[in-house]
């Protein structure tokens, strides 16, 4: 397992030892599941590889008639 080191200011030093006590995780812990979570901004490759296989899914450039007429506006 590899170690990082952070510089953190008080104030964010004092936000993550409250975070992770609310959580109920070790410092380290916290940070590593937050580094998990945002780290990991692509699809996965199966679910990207969905994109267009549904023939049928309306799109919606194809039903701007389904929109309601927008209401009149009170001049000033």
Same mark, same amino acid.
């Given at each position: 397992?590899? @170690?990082? %080191?952070?510089? =953190?200011? *008080?104030? %964010?030093? /004092?936000? $993550? &030892?409250?975070?992770? @006590?609310?959580?109920? =995780?070790?410092?380290?812990?916290? $940070?590593?599941?937050?580094? #998990?979570?945002?780290? %990991?901004? &692509?699809?996965?490759?199966?679910?990207? /590889?969905? /994109?267009?296989?549904?023939? *049928?899914?309306? =799109? #919606?450039?194809?039903?701007? %008639? /389904?929109?309601? +007429? *927008? $209401?009149? #506006? +009170?001049?000033?």
């Amino acid at each position: 397992m590899s @170690q990082i %080191t952070l510089y =953190l200011d *008080d104030a %964010t030093q /004092a936000l $993550v &030892e409250q975070a992770a @006590q609310a959580n109920g =995780l070790s410092k380290s812990r916290w $940070v590593s599941e937050l580094i #998990r979570k945002y780290a %990991t901004l &692509e699809w996965p490759r199966d679910c990207l /590889a969905l /994109a267009g296989c549904f023939a *049928d899914f309306p =799109l #919606r450039e194809e039903n701007t %008639t /389904a929109m309601p +007429v *927008d $209401v009149p #506006r +009170v001049g000033f």
